[in-house]
């Protein structure tokens, strides 16, 4: 069974830099896996941030990024606030089904 | 804006069924795939599976496959998950997901309490 890893938790001062990680147990990440990117405040349903890759979705903050990097998908926040506080997860597809890692817990500390 | 608006609550014996429905408004329905995604509590999310609206065809993750039906009425727009024998594990939210040219969207979520 397809496995899609995410870092457990990670820490970003706030204004800062922090990039998380999407990786396949079945190797490299391209553009063909359509990485999208979600993210889940407490109590909230989650909502999308990023999708096909690099592409925001209309109400997605400019300092949400997405690329491809290091055979990983990633998603890059520059300059957080502490509202980014959340849970991030990632969503791969694989030719027909999809598979989300097991989610990010991004502090803002 | 996107609207997928989700049926209420339900509380579930252990080996009965439950069905909740998605509608949505604001897009063009056939246009769209929605995703079915599983939310128990404490946990992340897992991807149960979709349906296609514009011809009913759907492809489920493995772990539900067995159990899990979705099928979505053009007329109404309104798409729907059953998902059968339900057991304690299968307590948790539920959200239809629509997956279309302009990104994604996410219903509101749909608690499923499974006890005796």
């Known amino acids: 069974q397809t496995v899609v890893t995410q870092e457990p938790s990670l820490t970003v001062s706030p204004g800062g830099t922090v990039t998380l990680t999407c990786a396949s147990s079945t190797g490299a990440i391209t553009s063909g896996y359509y990485p999208n990117w979600f993210q889940q405040k407490p109590g909230q349903a989650p909502r999308a941030l990023i999708f096909?890759?690099?592409n925001r979705q209309s109400w997605t903050p400019a300092r949400f990024s997405g690329s491809l990097l290091g055979g990983k998908a990633a998603l890059t926040l520059s300059g957080a606030l502490p509202e980014d506080e959340a849970d991030y997860y990632c969503?791969?597809?694989?030719?027909?089904?999809?598979?989300f890692g097991g989610g990010t817990k991004l502090t803002v500390l | 804006e996107v609207q997928l608006i989700q049926s209420g609550a339900e509380v579930k014996e252990p080996g009965t069924t439950v069905k909740i429905s998605c509608k949505g408004s604001s897009y063009t329905f056939t246009d769209s795939y929605v995703h079915w995604v599983q939310q128990a509590p404490g946990k992340g999310l897992e991807w149960m599976g979709l349906v296609d609206p514009e011809n009913g065809e759907t492809t489920f993750a493995e772990n539900f496959q067995d159990r899990v039906t979705m099928t979505a009425d053009m007329s109404t727009a309104t798409a729907y998950m059953a998902l059968n024998n339900l057991r304690s594990e299968d307590t948790a939210i539920y959200y239809c997901v629509v997956s279309f040219a302009r990104g994604w969207s996410w219903g509101q979520g749909t608690l499923v309490t499974v006890s005796s």
């Open positions: 969503l791969l597809y694989f030719g027909g089904a999809r598979v």
């Open positions: 096909s890759t690099s």
